[in-house]
């Protein structure tokens, strides 16, 4: 599955296409299942190619883009999925152009009706609510390509919500392989029933990143809408409901009313939920600080000077471990909005585990 910040614009895609009854076909859904040294994108991407020729996300940048795009096209004309590999037996003029010496192979399903998209309106309701799952695509059988297209399995919190194989064996043996893990990457997995071979793309199902911003100001305007553009679930929490933000919000943005003693019982928090703190008014700051320490945080970070700094870890009692201040890698930031980039970026380097070194500078996997 895309990962869970980019999984919105692709849902919203899906859903454009429903809306508009498939029309000029219907669209088809490009799904990266396996790849090979470097490459631009990793197993479970996805891009969206629709009949009017809209493109929503992409795979790989580049020639094997446009010609993943082509082949979607023949894909909707003919509304029979199709398998394509770029590596050194095929494709092989589009990989040359991708220069980045790696291999790819592609699962391309035509979409045609309401009933296409029960998986992806499964996997969206589970990730909506913050849970987490599984979601199973069977998409070769004994090496050809599982026509007119795949079928899944989508798994929500240890319940089985969406089912294409019926009550069959099959089902049984998906369910052994997904009910009581969940996978640590996409990965390809192999399995015979029933004297077949089949290949199966297993996939997490993570909820995306939740973003709490303490204060209504212009650095915390900037620092949703970075966000937003991210992905990531964006609250935006002040102490006054009366507080109008200096400048528009994305419509996605939930703004909330709650004191700090009111923060933890009002809003929910969990280990993919970062808060940045930044109402400017140095008390307040503190006692937010004070009332989110406990709370199981991926990130906890505030603004101000080191000086300020330094007067927020000794009026909240945190640590250095448990509190980013000054937020914010060190990009020369001035503006609020270049102050909003150096905190999610730093937030993203946290939660990646990377040291937010120069790429320029470092020799390892780009990708983890």
């Keep these: 599955m895309n990962t869970p910040q980019e999984f919105g ?9 429903a809306d508009n009854g498939f029309a000029q076909g219907g669209g088809a859904l490009a799904t990266l299942t396996q790849t090979s040294g470097s490459t631009f994108r990793r197993a479970g991407a996805r891009m969206l190619v629709c009949g ?14 446009a010609d993943i795009i082509s082949r979607a096209r023949e894909v909707i004309a003919e509304g029979t999925a199709r398998i394509v590999r770029y590596d050194r037996e095929s494709g092989l003029d589009a990989l040359l152009e991708l220069g980045c010496g790696g291999e790819l192979e592609v699962l391309i399903e035509p979409l045609t009706k309401a009933r296409d998209l029960d998986f992806i309106d499964s996997a969206a309701d589970c990730l909506a609510a913050r849970r987490s799952g599984v979601l199973a695509t069977v998409y070769r059988r004994d090496g050809a390509v599982m026509n007119p297209k795949p079928r899944r399995m989508v798994i929500d919190e240890g319940r089985i919500v969406v ?6 064996l099959i089902s049984g043996v998906l369910a052994d392989m997904t009910l009581d893990r969940l996978p640590i990457a996409p990965s390809v997995e ?15 199902l993570i909820p995306p990143y939740a973003l ?5 100001n212009a650095g915390a305007v900037a620092l949703a809408r ?26 996605n943005v939930r703004r909330v009313t709650a004191t700090p003693q009111q923060i933890t019982e009002q809003l929910d928090f969990d280990a993919r939920s970062f808060a940045v703190v930044m109402t400017h008014n140095l008390g307040r700051d503190i006692d937010y600080l004070r009332a989110l320490g406990d709370v199981p945080l991926a990130y906890l970070g505030s603004l101000g000077s080191r000086q300020r700094a330094a007067r927020l870890y000794a009026g909240s009692g945190l640590s250095a471990e448990q509190l980013r201040a000054p937020a914010g890698l060190d990009l020369g930031s001035e503006t609020p909005e270049e102050i909003a980039l150096a905190i999610s970026a730093e937030i993203l380097a946290v939660t990646s585990g990377r040291a937010a070194e120069s790429l320029s500078q470092t020799t390892g996997p780009i990708h983890a």
């Design 52 to 65: 009017d020729g809209t493109v929503v996300r992409g795979l790989s940048g580049g020639c094997p883009e």
């Design 163 to 168: 089912n294409e194989f019926g009550a069959g």
């Design 212 to 216: 709490f911003i303490v204060g209504i």
């Design 226 to 251: 970075i966000a937003a553009v991210l992905g990531w679930q964006v609250t935006l929490v002040d102490d006054r409901d009366d507080r109008a933000p200096p400048g528009l919000l994305p419509d």
């Design 9 to 17: 614009s692709l849902l919203a895609g899906l859903r454009r296409l």
């Design 190 to 204: 192999r399995f015979t029933h029933g004297g077949n071979a089949y290949e199966v793309l297993l996939e997490a």
